[in-house]
């Protein structure tokens, strides 16, 4: 697989890897890919060894197994096959949307020191309608971003429009480069799981992450205040409740995708909560 390497780290479609210190595994959210991590990654690069994978099924990524039916269990054991290749076996963890709702599962299952989930999917209660509200989004956006790839590279040229194009995701969409806003796009036009994923959203026992008393690391629910995907009014409360010793903190001014909108603010939160539980010394 063809690589570059830029002054902060290597990259390919499929991974970034770059900086010196701790591990740092950067998780996206559905449809996106690792470019998501890109306003932060000169920061965070300062600091940890960053790990930024495309998670299994999207663009860029690893396929994800033929024959296993898509749930958030089965999307955490396809991420930690990627762990294991890239020769990761244990680090601090911060994930965006479903990003944040598989870091969870990592923490869940013992792989990560600690846990910043940032408007983490999956988070609602069993029989909300959430579970069909968050479906009906995907099964409008990823048709909608897939019909809108050949006109891109003309409609997104100014500012202006790549505010209103990504208006749902973040505020200020307008920060994105051109580039930038290209494969935020592809990431959702060539996104080919949506079938397999909206019947899992739609079914609690499929998407939502179980068995949380169990999480003994720290967990951070980090929330974007502006979120329109995932709200903490609705999407919040399960995760407050049943994760031990979980702290919430309100990210204000960002979107759901809040990396373009306040990168300083994304990388200082994710640095101060691991910072703060660092892993003892063998």
């Given amino acids: 697989m063809q690589s570059t390497t830029s002054a902060d780290g290597r990259e390919t479609a499929a991974c970034f890897r770059g900086g010196t210190g701790q591990p740092l595994l950067l998780l996206h959210g559905g449809t996106g890919t690792w470019h998501h991590w890109r306003p932060v990654l000169p920061k965070l690069t300062t600091s940890f060894d960053v790990i930024a994978p495309t998670i299994a099924a999207h663009v860029g990524g690893p396929r994800f197994p033929v024959n296993v039916r898509w749930t958030i269990s089965t999307a955490a054991d396809a991420l930690e096959r990627q762990l294991d290749t890239l020769g990761v076996d244990q680090a601090h963890a911060a994930g965006n949307s479903l990003g944040g709702a598989l870091g969870i599962e990592l923490a869940k299952r013992g792989r990560v020191h600690s846990v910043v989930a940032i408007s983490p999917a999956f988070g609602w209660e069993p ?70 994923l909206l019947p899992a959203i739609r079914n609690d026992a499929d998407c939502l992450p179980a068995d949380l008393d169990q999480i003994k690391t720290p967990v951070l629910l980090a929330w974007a205040e502006h979120d329109h995907f995932v709200p903490a009014e609705t999407c919040a409360t399960r995760y407050r409740r049943e994760i031990p010793g979980a702290e919430f903190r309100l990210l204000p001014a960002v979107g759901h995708v809040p990396m373009w909108d306040n990168p300083d603010l994304i990388a200082d939160t994710i640095i101060d909560w691991t910072r703060r539980h660092e892993p003892e010394p063998e």
Avoid: C, Q
């Fill in 127 to 196: 029989g909300s309608p959430e579970g069909a509200r968050t479906a009906h989004m995907f099964a409008v956006l990823v048709p909608r971003a897939r019909k809108s790839l050949p006109v891109a590279p003309f409609v997104l040229r100014s500012a202006k429009a790549r505010r209103l194009a990504f208006r749902e995701a973040m505020i200020h969409g307008d920060r994105l480069t051109l580039p930038e806003a290209l494969e935020f796009t592809r990431g959702a036009g060539e996104f080919t799981m949506l079938d397999a």
